[in-house]
Nanobody, 125 residues
Framework: QLQLVESGGGLVQPGGSLTLSCTASGFTLDIYAIGWFRQAPGKEREGVSCVTSMGITTVADSVKGRFTVVRDNADNTVYLHMNSLKPEDTAVYYC???????????????????WGQGTQVTVSS
């Protein structure tokens, strides 16, 4: 069974850090681009970042300089490192497998075929 499982979410104070993991099972993710998305309460799901099969990364302007994405093909896992977290980063975070190896126009959600169940990140004092 092909699936992606996110983990690492939780409650963190503003300015804090969290690392989310996205682990694949049933397939090897090294030939796919992997995207991260988030959905805040009452808002549409939005793209946060993407990493190509070659490890080239793209991040949204709203998180640039604070979030980085790294893939570890040996562990079949992609990580989202989040620093300097803000209350507006509060959301359910999802990873997804892209149909392509590249991240051009990565925010197009219809170009992803498998999604994780999501992990909650809450930034609050």
């Amino acid at each position: 069974q092909l699936q992606l499982v996110e983990s690492g979410g939780g409650l963190v104070q503003p300015g804090g850090s969290l690392t989310l993991s996205c682990t694949a099972s049933g397939f090897t993710l090294d030939i796919y681009a992997i995207g991260w998305f988030r959905q805040a309460p009452g808002k549409e799901r939005e793209g946060v970042s993407c990493v190509t099969s070659m490890g080239i990364t793209t991040v949204a302007d709203s998180v640039k300089g604070r979030f980085t994405v790294v893939r570890d093909n040996a562990d079949n896992t992609v990580y989202l490192h989040m620093n300097s977290l803000k209350p507006e980063d509060t959301a359910v975070y999802y990873c997804a497998r892209r149909r392509y190896t590249f991240c051009t126009n990565y925010v197009r959600q219809y170009e992803y075929d498998y999604w994780g169940q999501g992990t909650q990140v809450t930034v609050s004092s």
